[in-house]
């Protein structure tokens, strides 16, 4: 198998294996669980199923989540001192957004629609890729990290994941609304 690793984000030299995290959130749900194997690692807790604002904690660290109306802007904070670690921008008619975290950009890349597959891009190269196997009562997927960029990295997974769920509930609400101008 063929995989990348970056220092400092920064392609040095092929590996035989990466790392695989899975995640799953149930889909009226809103807590998201994200496992390395059996064990829980981290997870995400909104305060209800359309709230902008959530709880996480990966790797034994503690974040704050926000959204401003409409999922122009999702935020991420230390939950300790409230300093802000990232801003994304999501425009839904484009499919790229950037965000910088310590002096670094990173481009979010949604690949489809249905937000089956999409990933962080450092320098062109894809550092995380997320896919999603399932929506119809489970939401779960694979994140695949292809980089050793510890501090960027729990940021940018957990942003990632808050970004889809933001996607997702915007489109549920379009199907129920559509629902109701047919019925």
Known sequence: MFEIIFINCKLISNIKEMNKLHWTKNI?????????????????????????????????????????????????YDANDQSLLGTV????????????????????????????????????????TYTSNEFITKDKGVIELYTTCTDEVDVLILLGLFVRNQFILIILILLFIILLIVL
Do not use: C, Y
Request: charged letters at 25%.
């Open 28 to 76: 009226f749900g809103s807590r998201l669980e994200i496992k390395r194997g059996t064990e829980l690692i981290g997870s995400i807790q909104w305060e209800n199923m359309v709230s902008s604002r959530a709880q996480a904690m990966f790797n034994g660290r503690l974040f704050d989540l926000n959204r401003e109306f409409f999922l122009s802007k999702l935020e991420i």
């Open 89 to 128: 921008m999501i425009n839904l008619f484009n499919p790229r957004s950037d965000v910088v975290i310590n002096g670094k950009r990173f481009e979010l890349e949604i690949h489809n629609f249905w937000q089956s597959r999409w990933s962080w891009k450092f320098n062109g190269a894809e550092i995380i």
